[in-house]
């Protein structure tokens, strides 16, 4: 690869280029407890709008976390007892407006607390749904109610986030799709969410026993043996028509999976990452990486003879089948190219990289890998494996940095360790750089992976006010103090 952007996703994967610049990658720790300050429901990014007084209340959408039981692997194997919202995992595809606001009442029915993290939403703080920094924790039996006015369109994942209590409850299966619909989407024959998830089962196919200090699972993060897609043994079997116009929209629910995609037999175009519009491009060999928390759009017309199939696969071992297309029934002619999204005018053209406000991270810690895929474990400090700036997140500690709302901001991030980090900004989307600060690349992220002994920067507007973090998302590095936090005042 030469390209000078290129980003490796996993030590133990062969390296890939995702884009014609760059790799797109993906962000993913500490008990604390906070007592929360009310905050101005003004208090929203830069093209959101609140309901005017007269529109009312909006009505009330009630989500249940309960538990339940699921059949992961196909008959007859036993059903696995879960967790899941409303009955189901994944849970149901919530939807809503742009600029309008849609109300949502969590209620707890398990037996952790928890919060609800919408991973992408630019919102207001006291709604980003993290328990023990942005809002109490959601104690069993209680509940919740969060008021979202999302101020852009796109494919976004909400599932639970505590400090130092989120990687149990989402592994038992609490995850799922919220679609902000764009004003004038593209026409598409299917529009189809794919949200992957794994699982770490024993023979009995039950869920392994949880312990976020657990050697392994500290280091690597819970791996598992077992993946579905939305819910489902792979591959979902999908029948359209040949020459059909399909919309796939991926989101990797997964603890801590790192892996890529493959696409065979179509010619998909990427309209969005990470939410946000994108001028289109193809995955460069078909290929692209998919950390926990990565969420892609992408289009593609169906070939147009019958019979004909289209795969979507995930490059774990020998490669495991994700998503297969059939080309059924009547032929359909496309009357126009694939069309871009339109850019989101809500996000600045530029960021004037000489004004900004300078910050560093610097990740340390870990296992490091030894030969057959096991980890050198020797040393492994359990109660405090990772750090980041020599410590770990505190909600009532200093914050990284704070600035004026409308400041450039541009943050060093410095993985010295040996694996690669997947780190989420939230409550805002930024650039990935170039190595020489010259220059960035022609996409929006709120989620970037940084390769293991590697150094990147990214650089954004902080425009939305209030407390926000900065989070791994593989959660049981996030459970061990992997985040820290930033202010926009």
Not at 38 to 52: F, I
Not at 142 to 165: I, K, M, N
Not at 281 to 301: A, H, K, N, S, W
């Amino acid at each position: 690869m030469t390209d000078r952007t290129t980003i490796r996703p996993v030590s133990t994967l062969p390296p890939v280029q995702p884009t014609r610049r760059a790799a797109l990658a993906g962000f993913g720790a500490s008990a604390a407890a906070l007592v929360l300050a009310e905050r101005s429901a003004a208090q929203q990014p830069a093209g959101a709008t609140a309901p005017p007084p007269s529109a009312g209340k909006p009505a009330l959408r009630t989500l249940t976390a309960i538990p339940a039981k699921t059949r992961l692997r196909p008959a007859p194997a036993p059903e696995t007892e879960i967790w899941a919202f409303d009955g189901a995992t994944p849970g149901p595809i919530l939807r809503a407006k742009q600029g309008e606001t849609t109300r949502f009442l969590l209620e707890n029915k398990t037996a952790r607390p928890l919060a609800l993290h919408w991973h992408g939403l630019r919102g207001r703080s006291e709604m980003d749904g993290v328990g023990g920094f942005s809002q109490p924790p959601i104690a069993p039996g209680a509940s919740f109610e969060y008021a979202l006015t999302p101020p852009d369109s796109g494919s976004y994942l909400y599932r639970p986030l505590v400090l130092g209590g989120s990687s149990e409850p989402a592994e038992r299966g609490l995850s799922g799709f919220l679609i902000v619909e764009e004003e004038s989407p593209p026409l598409v024959d299917l529009d189809l969410p794919v949200l992957i998830d794994d699982w770490l089962l024993g023979d009995d196919q039950a869920l392994r026993p949880f312990d976020a200090r657990a050697a392994e699972n500290a280091a690597a993060g819970r791996l598992g043996s077992w993946l579905t897609v939305n819910g489902k043994a792979p591959p979902q079997r999908v029948a359209v028509a040949p020459g059909a116009r399909i919309r796939i929209r991926l989101a990797n629910a997964c603890n801590a999976r790192i892996t890529r995609l493959r696409f065979d037999g179509m010619k998909p175009f990427v309209i969005a990452v990470d939410s946000q519009p994108t001028e289109n491009f193809e995955p460069v060999r078909g290929q692209l990486p998919f950390p926990p928390g990565t969420r892609y759009d992408l289009i593609f017309d169906m070939p147009e003879d019958a019979g004909a199939t289209a795969m979507v696969t995930a490059l774990i071992g020998p490669g495991v089948p994700l998503v297969r297309f059939v080309a059924e029934g009547q032929k359909k002619v496309q009357p126009a190219p694939i069309a871009m999204l339109k850019p989101n005018p809500a996000l600045p053209a530029a960021v004037r990289l000489q004004d900004a406000r300078r910050s560093e991270i610097v990740i340390a810690g870990g296992a490091k890998p030894a030969p057959e895929a096991k980890l050198d474990l020797d040393g492994l400090d359990l109660a405090r494996p990772w750090t980041l700036n020599g410590g770990v997140g505190e909600a009532n500690g200093k914050p990284l940095f704070s600035v004026k709302r409308g400041a450039p901001v541009v943050i060093g991030i410095d993985n010295k360790t040996a694996f690669p980090q997947p780190l989420h900004v939230h409550g805002h989307s930024f650039r990935l750089l170039h190595p020489l600060d010259d220059g960035w690349e022609p996409y929006f992220l709120d989620t970037v992976q940084i390769p293991e002994g590697r150094k990147l920067h990214i650089a954004f507007i902080a425009d939305n006010p209030g407390r926000w973090l900065i989070s791994s998302t593989v959660l049981e590095r996030f459970d061990l103090g992997l985040w820290t936090w930033f202010e926009v005042t």
